[in-house]
């Protein structure tokens, strides 16, 4: 669980027992439906936010209980159609299909209807689509890997390639067993191409490499350590996480929010939907208003 182990010595103690009271305060309200998945998620987002290992400890804990089931309903895994959020002014009107990367397979086939439904009244489609690198040295894409997989703890070319967040076959997310895939029949998102026509919609989202750069740029560079070179892509990550001051929020949300209000504001077309993480609406609708502030939510 790389430094900090329950019962051994922390770099932090007043941080590793606020980890722990957190944790009890969580496993004392299992009960409580209508406060635990706002408890669960500011657990998971404390320990994120801190890149500390002690979050594998928080999902083995998980992984015990119905606790999945409860965590999945409130992020919107369980759902079985899209819902559909819109954002106009007075010249452009967006309709925002919120996703998520694992969920029914019902929920992926109403969000294809909806979207094939508002391209025929004469939306243009935005998709979400990170891309991992515009560089083809294959040594720099594996330095930018292990930054990566520091920065935000995983590593975005082993999932890539295992296909996604969940493996169905053996009822695994992110390497940990949880039934709640097999009892709720979830699969990963489906991959753009057999969402979306890539001749016609539009890839709205950034290379990896250059989120990482401007993340260098604002906060300074990354250092990695032998335990990071040394650490295969599938292995379990056990090296310390990233220390400095930036928020790994800049990469998987800041930065991306950013292009995509650049990319509505400069575009032709009036009407747009965006089919995107739900995470994003908020940092989207308020980059929108820090343009116009005439933007609202519907």
Not at 102 to 126: C, P, Q, W
Not at 152 to 170: E, F, H, P, V, W
Not at 230 to 254: A, H, R, V
Request: hydrophobic share 35%; charged share 25%.
């Amino acid at each position: 669980m790389g430094g900090c182990k329950l019962g051994g010595n922390c770099s932090d103690n007043r941080r590793y027992f606020e980890w722990i009271a957190l944790i009890y305060e969580l496993k004392m309200h299992l009960n409580d439906r209508q406060r635990l998945p706002n408890l669960v998620i500011s657990v998971l987002n404390y320990f994120m936010k801190k890149n500390n290992p002690c979050i594998y400890l928080f999902i083995i804990l998980l992984s015990f209980s119905s606790c999945y089931t409860i965590i999945f309903s409130s992020m919107g895994v369980l759902k079985k159609t899209a819902s559909v959020k819109q954002i106009n002014n007075s010249e452009k009107k967006i309709v925002f299909i919120p996703m998520h990367h694992i969920g029914k397979e019902s929920f992926y086939r109403d969000a294809m209807n909806k979207i094939d439904s508002l391209k025929h009244a004469g939306y243009t489609v935005y998709y979400e689509g990170l891309k991992f690198s515009r560089m083809n040295d294959s040594l720099k894409n594996d330095t930018l890997a292990m930054k990566l997989r520091k920065v935000i703890g995983l590593d975005m070319r082993a999932m890539k390639s295992n296909g996604g967040y969940i493996d169905t076959i053996n009822n695994t997310v992110m390497g940990v067993k949880v039934k709640a895939v097999k009892r709720h029949h979830l699969v990963n998102q489906p991959r753009g191409y057999t969402m979306f026509d890539t001749t016609i919609d539009k890839r709205a989202d950034v290379y990896l490499s250059d989120a990482l750069n401007a993340f260098e740029e604002k906060y300074g560079p990354i250092a990695l350590t032998d335990c990071d070179f040394n650490t295969k892509p599938k292995d379990k990550y056990k090296c310390n996480g990233y220390k400095g001051s930036g928020d790994k929020n800049f990469i998987t949300l800041d930065y991306r929010n950013e292009f995509i209000v650049n990319e509505i504001i400069k575009d032709a077309h009036n009407k747009i939907v965006i089919v995107y993480g739900a995470r994003h609406f908020k940092g989207v609708l308020e980059g929108l208003q820090k343009h116009d502030s005439t933007w609202r939510s519907y």
